[in-house]
């Protein structure tokens, strides 16, 4: 049985891409270890972890405490296969690959160069972009999100990387009716920079409806003084971090889910984010940016609308009518997509790959 150690730099409790990867190959015959950082008490799982307690929880400390403890903790280590999420792990198993000799597969889930938040520390994304120019020729296996992000790395590196989209598990959702007295709107993922949370809270300011936040991120202290600002606390509700089996429950008692990235670097303006794929696969209608990735999925598929304006008022006017059409007006559309943008389909590239 041949052996695969997954690493990432997360807790593992709300990364579902990584769980359906691990998962995916332990059902193809692998046997999977998957090492991240420690965090909250994780639920059983069918492949092994193995999560270290850092010193260090952020910033340049914590990259390079993580790599050196992961690299430290591969070099003995028994293994066949060497599975990198992002940027962030890739250089301990670059090397650890080179000096044992070992095949190593890169999952990129993101640019992660260009992201928002390293538009303003031109030092650190220098940094990240020298460690990308130093690996990224030289990989052989690779994968990534969206076509246009495996685009830009044949562009710019000649790297030809298979696009596995990070769908959702399909479920099949049984048939109820909503509370219709009370509309519920979602947003989950990361509360960072130019996510749109901030014009999502303003836009509440003239929608009848609750907005329920998932997540955790850089800016959640600014965005719940906010909500607290415009007296918006009984209409805007953040429940923190969920672990993912728990989010389905919770997204299929909704009316909408919302998408709002800014077009203010590649990353965004590239990347095709698995909650568009996490509303439809709960069976409700999606409100998102005007962003190429995202245009691709509307216009094809229509299950939901593309945002007209990012002025709050227009935005609200938008959510109103969505929330004003029956839960009947969107369904067969969303089932049809829901059926075509699942991981059972998805991991038939996946397992190609590997």
Known sequence: MKKIIISVTNDLITDQRVHKVATSLINKGYF???IGKHGDQIKSRSYRTHRFKMIFNKGFMFYLEYNYRLFSFLLFKKFDILLSN??????????????????LVYDSHELFTEVPELINRPFIKFTWSILERLCLPYIIYSYTVSQSISNYYLRKY????LVVKNFPIYKKTSNYSKDNKVKKIIYQGAVN??????????????????????????IIKQMKNKVKNFSLENKVKFLGKLPYEDLYEITKTCDLGLSFEENTCLAYSYSLPN?????????????????????????????????????????AKQIEHILSLSQQYWIDEI?????EFCWQNEEKKLLTLF
Do not use: H, Q
Not at 86 to 103: A, E, G, P, V
Not at 335 to 339: C, D, E
């Open 275 to 315: 909650k568009i794929f996490d509303y439809i696969n709960a069976e409700i209608p999606v409100l998102i940016s005007d962003l190429p990735e995202f245009k691709k999925i509307i216009i094809k598929n229509k299950v939901g609308m593309c945002l007209k304006s990012r002025e709050p008022k227009e935005v």
């Open 335 to 339: 089932r049809l997509a829901k059926k």
């Open 158 to 161: 000649g790297l030809k990387m």
């Open 193 to 218: 920079k130019d996510r749109g949370i901030e014009l999502m809270i303003e836009s509440m300011l003239y929608v009848d409806a609750t907005l329920i936040i998932v997540g955790a991120g850089d």
């Open 86 to 103: 992002d940027l962030d792990t890739l250089l301990s198993n670059f090397l650890l690959s080179r000096i044992r000799n070992k095949k």
């Open 32 to 34: 999977v270890l998957l």
